[in-house]
């Protein structure tokens, strides 16, 4: 499984973004889903996760009511929608991915097969 994520930019505080990720080379609608991120200095952090069905999703703390998960198995695509970013949001954002039963999510990181390259989120006035 490939995948490669797109959408992170340089937003001012109080903005938003849409981050995708693109998934290619197996079943893509019988994975589970995750979004972490990873800011300089610190480790790598559970975001958000969905199931393959998409009816289930998780959020950490930090970022709910804020961001929103959503996939489109039709395009093999999984998003994060990203709201009120503050810049404490800034990090490099990886999604990742696992094969899993229908309405199971992953929030641990050790528990994910693969992994993308990342994209950079910055938020800042």
């Known amino acids: 499984v490939q995948l490669v994520e797109s959408g992170g930019a340089m937003v001012q505080p109080g903005g938003s973004l849409r981050l995708s990720c693109a998934a290619s080379?197996?079943?893509?609608?019988?994975?589970?889903m995750g979004w972490f991120r990873q800011a300089p200095g610190k480790e790598r952090e559970f975001v958000a996760a969905?199931?393959?069905?998409?009816?289930?999703?998780a959020y950490a703390d930090s970022v709910k009511g804020r961001f929103t998960i959503s996939r489109d198995n039709a395009k093999n695509t999984v998003y994060l929608q990203m709201n009120s970013l503050k810049p404490e949001d800034t990090a490099l954002y990886y999604c990742?991915?696992?094969?899993?039963?229908?309405?199971?999510?992953?929030?641990?990181?050790?528990?994910?097969?693969?992994w993308g390259q990342g994209t950079q989120v910055t938020v800042s006035s």
């Open positions: 080379g197996r079943t893509f609608s019988s994975y589970a």
């Open positions: 969905i199931s393959w069905s998409g009816g289930s999703t």
């Open positions: 990742a991915t696992t094969p899993s039963p229908k309405n199971t999510i992953v929030v641990v990181t050790t528990l994910y097969d693969y």
